[in-house]
């Protein structure tokens, strides 16, 4: 417990005197890389869970929170399943899907194609509807009509216009094993832009019917996808409902799907956060020295107050409370800092970028043209807490080594 006289005399401790100066100055230095360290360590975590959610949206923005796949990649009865699905706890709608992988042929250009086999009806009552057109209708994908929606960049590299024609090839497994490829000819009746290469470059859209004519799948389709009302809770859903169905029925969701992404974004995050500690790492240096270099100055000083009856104990906690006072306060202005820049980086960068006469991502060579920032109590808490206990530990050897000054030989020719 920290007596009111060794508060006082590690407060005492913080005023500079005219000669020493320069252990004042190094105390500001101190202060100030703390409050830096901190204050970067919240705006780039905030701005990684902004790229973050950025990315976990427009991954979504063509695909379902999760999905319910029979054995064999063959989802039988799937209308009772879509109604048994859209009826759990948690989940907004579900619809049925036919997954297909193949070729898209367009003149002489050649590309690999993703294709979705959708049905209009069931598409309309996912909410928030995650296809963004930019020509078209999700209704042109009627039965029979033998149209198709392709990804804006896969539409551009074939150089197809609305109304254009194109062929898909697509291998249709057989009994022995073996593939057969199968041909069908496709219009093109509207064009989607997802913001991801993955989903812009590779996806196309059919009418669900048309899809499952070229698998020989009949009336059945491949899997049952669904959304959640909270994306987050999609894996705990996905899970109860593999436990609930049964039978052999497979279980996925987004980030099962999506792990490659987010493992990156992880990797990238902690990488960061190592880099940026380094600076809280070096301020905490500053600390150790410039508390070292008190303790040289007050060797007299902590005589007299050893001889007075302080304890040793009661010498390190003087200077733990001069040093954890630098730290501390470094790691609140830090904290403050970084909140309200981290808030308001959506208004910061613009200014930044008028002011130095560039873009910093711009739209001819990034999806994202805005950099995001979501800031999350749990990342301050955690680096706050980290810093705290650093700039704490920082302190304790200068201290120590004060304790250990002998009263009788710093008095010696006084």
């Given at each position: 417990m920290?007596?009111?006289v ?5 407060l005492?401790?913080l005023?500079a005197?005219r000669r ?5 100055f190094?105390?500001?230095i ?6 830096l360290?901190v204050?970067a360590?919240?705006?780039?975590l905030?701005v990684m869970?902004?790229f ?16 319910v ?15 048994q699905?859209?009826?759990y706890p ?7 899907i036919v997954a297909?992988?193949g070729m898209?042929?367009?003149?002489r250009?050649?590309r690999?194609?993703l294709?979705?086999g959708?049905d209009p ?12 057109l ?7 994908l009627s039965p029979?009509?033998?149209s ?8 551009v ?17 057989v009994?022995?094993g073996?593939l057969?490829?199968v041909l069908?000819?496709f219009i ?8 991801l ?5 590779l996806?196309a859209?059919?009418n669900?019917?048309?899809a ?9 389709r491949?899997?049952?996808r669904f959304?959640a009302?909270?994306?987050?809770s999609a894996?705990a859903i ?8 049964g ?8 980030t099962?799907e999506?792990?490659?992404y987010f493992?990156?974004?992880r990797i990238?995050?902690?990488m960061m ?5 380094l600076?809280?790492g070096?301020?905490a ?7 070292v270099?008190v303790v040289?100055?007050?060797?007299n ?6 001889t007075?009856?302080m304890?040793a104990?009661?010498v ?6 001069q040093?954890?006072v630098i730290?501390?306060?470094?790691v609140?202005v ?6 309200v820049?981290?808030i308001?980086v959506?208004?910061?960068v613009?200014v930044?970028e ?13 999806y ?7 800031l999350?109590?749990?990342d301050?808490a ?15 050897y200068?201290a120590?080594?004060a ?11 006084e």
């Amino acid at each position: 417990m920290i007596k009111p006289v060794e508060l006082f005399v590690g407060l005492r401790y913080l005023r500079a005197k005219r000669r020493t100066r320069f252990v004042s100055f190094i105390t500001l230095i101190s202060l100030a890389g703390v409050a830096l360290g901190v204050a970067a360590l919240i705006v780039i975590l905030s701005v990684m869970n902004g790229f973050e959610g950025e990315l976990r949206n427009r991954l979504l923005s063509m695909s379902a929170h999760g999905s319910v796949t029979g054995p064999d990649g063959v989802t039988e009865n799937w209308r009772e399943l879509v109604d048994q699905i859209a009826a759990y706890p948690g989940v907004a709608a579900a619809a049925p899907i036919v997954a297909m992988e193949g070729m898209i042929r367009s003149g002489r250009e050649l590309r690999a194609v993703l294709v979705h086999g959708v049905d209009p009806q069931y598409e309309r009552s996912l909410p928030q509807s995650p296809i963004n057109l930019l020509e078209g209708d999700l209704e042109n994908l009627s039965p029979g009509s033998r149209s198709i929606i392709l990804g804006r960049l896969l539409a551009v590299d074939l150089g197809l216009r609305m109304g254009d024609g194109v062929v898909l090839l697509i291998p249709r497994p057989v009994g022995d094993g073996t593939l057969r490829p199968v041909l069908k000819r496709f219009i093109l009746r509207g064009v989607f832009e997802a913001g991801l290469q993955d989903h812009d470059g590779l996806l196309a859209l059919i009418n669900a019917d048309e899809a499952a004519a070229i698998l020989a799948l009949g009336d059945e389709r491949s899997a049952v996808r669904f959304r959640a009302d909270d994306v987050m809770s999609a894996p705990a859903i996905a899970r109860m409902l593999g436990e609930r169905l049964g039978n052999g029925a497979i279980t996925s969701d987004w980030t099962i799907e999506n792990a490659s992404y987010f493992r990156a974004i992880r990797i990238e995050k902690m990488m960061m956060s190592l880099m940026l500690s380094l600076i809280i790492g070096v301020a905490a240096f500053n600390i150790v020295a410039s508390l070292v270099m008190v303790v040289m100055d007050k060797t007299n000083d902590i005589a007299v107050l050893r001889t007075l009856g302080m304890s040793a104990n009661g010498v390190v906690r003087v200077f733990f409370v001069q040093g954890a006072v630098i730290g501390w306060a470094g790691v609140l202005v830090g904290v403050v800092l970084g909140v309200v820049v981290a808030i308001n980086v959506p208004e910061i960068v613009p200014v930044l970028e008028n002011l130095l006469g560039f873009k910093i991502m711009p739209g001819d060579v990034y999806y994202v043209t805005q950099i995001p920032s979501e800031l999350e109590m749990a990342d301050v808490a955690t680096i706050a807490g980290a810093a705290f206990v650093l700039t704490s530990l920082a302190t304790l050897y200068p201290a120590r080594r004060a304790a250990r000054v002998n009263p009788a030989v710093a008095l010696r020719y006084e």
